[in-house]
Nanobody, 127 residues
């Protein structure tokens, strides 16, 4: 059973930064495309960012592009989401996702594409 465990959430002020981490128990880690989604109260789950197996290809939602950076360290089985210039509308529960048996260069931005999900970590941005 693949387990995804997120960490790094918390409270930040508008304009500040947070860095989320996600560990993936699946092996080899490099066989998984990874992503981040978020869900705010009363809203649908939305795509945030995704990275391919090797880390060289990324995609972002328009709402976070140029502020957030997704990256991965295949040697440490970790994926990261560096969140800069945070806004109150970034407040949400953030979920790490994973999908294996995929081509090397593919990235995925739809919830239905992912098989594995973490429990989520809360991010709250105050104005």
């Amino acid at each position: 059973q693949v387990q995804l465990i997120e960490s790094g959430g918390g409270l930040a002020q508008a304009g500040g930064s947070l860095r989320l981490s996600c560990s993936n128990s699946g092996r080899p880690f490099s066989s998984y495309a990874m992503g981040w989604f978020r869900q705010a109260p009363g809203k649908e789950r939305e795509f945030v960012a995704a990275v391919n197996r090797g880390g060289g290809r990324t995609v972002y939602s328009d709402s976070v592009k140029d502020r957030f950076i997704i990256s991965r360290d295949n040697a440490k089985n970790l994926v990261f989401l560096q969140m800069n210039s945070l806004k109150p509308e970034d407040t949400a529960v953030y979920y790490c996702t994973a999908k294996n048996l995929v081509p090397w260069d593919r990235v995925y931005d739809a919830p239905k594409d992912y098989v594995y999900w973490g429990q989520g970590t809360q991010v709250t941005v105050s104005s």
